[in-house]
Structures are given as C-alpha cells and as structure tokens.
C-alpha cells in the first residue's frame, strides 16, 4: 500500500512539477511568457479586490509573482512526493493564491466561450485543492508511531 500511496503522490506532484519546469524554462529576463499572462489579470484581479474591500493591493512585478509561483509549485511538489506537510502546504498556498488570479470567469458573461473555459479549469484547480486538503487531513488524522522505550536491562550481580 505504501508505493501504492507513493505512485499517486509522484503523478499528483507531477502536475505541478512540470509547470514549474515548463515556466522556468520560458522565465528570461522580464518573465517570460506566464508573466505577460498574468499582467493584464493581476491588475483586473487588483481593481476588482479594491473596489470590493477598498484594500489596495501592492504593486507587484509580474517577474517576481511568477518566479514564487515556480518555487512554491517546484519545492511544494518535490515535498509532497515525499509525503511532506510542508509541501502539501505550498502547493495549497500556491492554489489558492493562483485560481481566483488566473481563472477569472466572473469577469466575463456566462454566454461567452471564455466563461465556459475559464470556470472549467477553475474547478479542477478547486479539485486539486480539495485533494490537498484531504492529504492535509489525513496527514494529521493518523497517530504518529511512537518511539518504543526499551525495558531496562536487569542488572547481574
């Protein structure tokens, strides 16, 4: 059951993995293509927060959003094939910081074709996330083995 439970996290993490490599690959000098991507979201994801919680959101160099974008998904997905909290914890992160920025399907009307495309990878990002939260879960439901003390051995006189 135990390589089992490693072959899934191995594809599962794969996911990620290959992202990342992908995006560091294309990364050059101002981003690469994923930072062109972004921009244009980030800044309506921006205004669309600000205008609903009046918080402004900081400037932030697209560069930059995406080279943590690749650590996260590159370091969480290593993490987690190891069956790490921890890297269960970065790609959570990394999901939920990137769904709502990327597959931004409430700004478009639900007769279009990018309503349809967008909501649909939005909900397999949230089933990647709700898969995350349930290794997250069963990572901390199962008693951890405890070191067994070793009985003292009887002294000889």
Do not use: C
């Amino acid at each position: 059951m135990a390589f089992v439970s490693f072959v899934g996290r191995v594809l599962f993490a794969s996911v990620f993995i290959l992202s990342a490599w992908q995006e560091f690959n294309e990364f050059g000098i101002d981003g690469g293509p994923a930072a062109r991507a972004l921009g244009p979201k980030f800044n309506v994801f921006s205004k669309h927060v600000s205008s609903h919680t009046g918080l402004q959101v900081p400037a932030i160099e697209m560069k930059h959003l995406v080279a943590a974008a690749i650590a996260l998904k590159g370091v969480g997905g290593l993490l987690f094939i190891f069956g790490s909290s921890l890297g269960a914890y970065l790609l959570l992160l990394h999901q939920l910081i990137a769904a709502p920025i990327l597959y931004d399907f409430y700004n478009y009307d639900p007769e279009k074709k990018e309503f349809v495309q967008l909501f649909t990878k939005f909900t397999q990002s949230l089933a990647l996330l709700g898969a995350l939260f349930f290794f997250i879960g069963m990572k901390n439901s199962m008693p951890r083995r405890q070191l067994k003390k070793k009985a003292p051995k009887p002294k000889t006189m």
